[in-house]
């Protein structure tokens, strides 16, 4: 987990999007490790780690699905060396199978503004802008959301 913490905190580090919020780093490293969420991660033939995403099913705690039947994609990342290359794609893909197979209907998530290329890979993968579930978390801090319904 180590690993993947640390590549979530250099990936959004290298991207400016801990400025706002520096305190979101400790949060950053967390997620998942209440068993709540299921961390994928990408690696290349020499196992390096180039990316991660992680599933979380709804639950009470869940910050914009609203019932059983969605889920959310947090934390994603991508080295900033292997941006560029399909890890974020591939990433997206998996867990959107990921939520298939576990009968999920609709998949969400929550991005800041200022992440037009994690915007690029959702659109691409046929996210839509759900701006009725837009939110602020905390002053200056505004999260567009995005969804998928996902077919069979």
Known sequence: MNAVSELRVMAYTADGLLDANPAYVEALRLLGTDGRGEILVAADEEQRLLGTIMFEPWSPESEIARNADEAEIRAFAVAPEARGRGVGRDLVNALV???REEGVTRLLLST????????YVYRARGFERVPERDWTPMPDVNL???????KD
């Open 97 to 99: 199978e990921r939520a």
């Open 144 to 150: 567009l959301a995005y969804e998928l319904v996902v």
């Open 112 to 119: 800041l503004p200022e992440m037009v290329s994690a915007q």
